[in-house]
């Protein structure tokens, strides 16, 4: 699939004339693409299928943003996909069938390749149309990006105390905590900075969640930390794990991402995750994979990453309090290595959508990629850790990746693969199904609104790109990365029996 998933050279905003199939697709999902799995009694379908009840029912959009496209500070958009979340509000079907909104995204820490960079964190707007192709011909490369048409439209960047500037350089210093921590539920804890003469709050941003008041979270590796920003992005609040996730070295608290700390998340594998139940004000956060101490270190043991829940119904007054943590098992590919998680979407009560994957792909270590999967997480019979003894990092609850046989952890069930040949061939080329980008990271949810199946929604998803272009501008610098790779997307449809729409 290397005409599909490689380099676009044009931007296509506009629309076009296109020819058959496109033009004349079927306006419901075909039944014969459709998969599903059963989870806690309740069957979940990836669906491109016209007549279910639940389910997987396929992918039925592709779009990119092209790998050298600038945004409006004259940096190069990029690292997109490290989170995403539609705009309140914006979702609506068109009189002629379509979908349009927008959705919001996240890069991480800007083109860092060569080293970390003094990239502010931002999140940008981008405004899409939705054509769902659900016909099982195949279309073109030029025909599938008409499937989902992306505008980018604005950019906000993110400040922190006294509006000073953030950054994404590497947290090599330690900010003593506020003199009101924890007292006072808006003062800081140790916050990471690059060293002791640059005292900026320093960010590796991941999860992002937006309220309905203009605030947002957002979830970051370094810390790990969770940190609340209003509307015109100014830091707020942040929410510290406890003392088994906070990364220390000798007792110290030690926030670089460059080497691993003795206890604590693994460097670069913080915060990957991030959700909120609206229904009942409860925040949840994941790490990429487990902690140092429950076998993080290596690759073979780093399964059993850990999900954190917070009450988050009165921030304002009340410091956010850790109210529920689970032991989640991640998948392993077929050496033995672990797949980190990099999103995590609420579903109903103990179901969430997870994102597991591996870094091949294009721009990644390899092109033959083995695993990219959406699947499903069910905490219902899962032991609840939270403030007992394994949130000491004295204590670890799978040391060297071994669980500890007191400890329940939740279910995981594969759903949606993001490398599907027979999905992926009807987007474009098929002579190579796995050539699409590496680091898949990011998951929304929106109703279809489809009276007929109430339950079926759009999963969007996309992938961070690390900046990677041969055409780049960073800090008003140009790069040259030595290969382009687009900031691709992806809209399936499917069925979720348990949650509301």
């Known amino acids: ?18 020819a058959s199939p496109l033009a004349t697709r079927a306006s419901e999902p075909d039944p014969s693409l459709a998969t599903s799995v059963t989870v806690a009694g309740q069957t979940f379908i990836n669906k491109v299928r016209r007549a279910v009840t639940s389910g997987i029912k396929g992918l039925v959009g592709f779009g990119l943003i092209p790998s050298n496209f600038t945004e409006s500070t004259g940096d190069t958009l990029g690292g997109i996909g490290s989170a995403i979340a539609l705009k309140l509000g914006s979702f609506s079907q068109q009189a002629d069938g379509t979908f349009t909104g927008t959705i919001v995204v996240q890069p991480d820490r800007g083109f860092n390749v060569d080293g970390t960079v003094d990239y502010q964190g931002r999140q940008h707007q981008i405004d899409f149309v ?135 998340r693994a460097a670069n594998k913080g915060f990957e995750c991030l959700t909120v139940d609206t229904s009942t004000n409860t925040l949840w956060v994941m790490l990429q994979t487990a902690t140092i101490q429950d076998g993080g270190n290596k690759k073979s043991h780093a399964r059993y ?34 797949l ?39 905490i219902s019979a899962a032991t609840n850790i939270a403030g007992s003894e394994f949130d000491s990092h004295k204590n670890a609850v799978a040391p060297k990746g071994k669980l500890d046989s007191s400890v329940t952890p939740a279910t995981y069930t594969p759903f949606v693969s993001l490398i599907n040949s027979t999905e992926l061939a009807r987007f474009g080329d098929p002579s190579d ?37 041969t055409d780049g501008v960073s800090l008003g610098r140009p790069y040259n990365a030595g290969v382009d790779v687009d900031n691709q997307f992806f809209v399936f449809r499917v069925t979720l029996p348990t949650k509301s729409s």
């Open 433 to 469: 199904a796995t050539l699409i980008d590496a680091k898949w990271e990011s998951i929304a949810l929106t109703p279809v609104g489809d009276s007929q199946f109430p339950n079926d929604f759009f999963l969007f998803t996309a992938a961070d790109n690390d900046f990677l272009t």
């Open 130 to 264: 939705l054509s769902p192709y659900y016909d099982t011909s195949d279309l073109s490369f030029t025909q599938a990006q008409q499937t989902l048409q992306l505008t980018y439209r604005s950019t906000l960047l993110y400040t922190e105390r006294a509006h000073g500037v953030t950054t994404g350089l590497d947290a090599g210093g330690v900010r003593p905590a506020q003199s009101d921590f924890p007292d006072d539920p808006l003062a800081d804890p140790e916050m990471p900075i690059p060293s002791k003469s640059d005292d900026r709050l320093t960010l590796d941003l991941e999860g992002l969640a937006l309220n309905a008041d203009g605030t947002f979270w957002v979830s970051d590796e370094y810390g790990p930390y969770v940190y609340r920003f209003d509307s015109n992005a100014d830091l707020l609040q942040t929410i510290q794990p406890p003392d088994a996730i906070v990364p220390l070295s000798g007792g110290d608290v030690d926030f670089t991402g460059e080497n691993d700390p003795d206890t604590g």
């Open 305 to 338: 990453t850990r999900l954190l829940a917070y009450d988050i119904s009165s921030p304002n007054t009340d410091r956010p309090v850790l109210t529920a943590e689970y032991i989640v098992p991640l998948p392993l590919d077929s050496g033995g290595d672990t």
């Open 340 to 378: 980190g998680a990099s999103e995590i979407s609420f579903v109903s009560e103990n179901i969430f959508l997870v994102l597991s994957r591996d870094s091949n792909g294009h721009g990644g270590d390899s092109t033959e990629s083995e695993y990219k999967g959406i699947d499903l997480i069910d």
């Open 1 to 18: 699939m290397a005409r599909l998933f490689a380099l676009l050279l044009l931007f296509v905003q506009a629309s076009v004339v296109l």
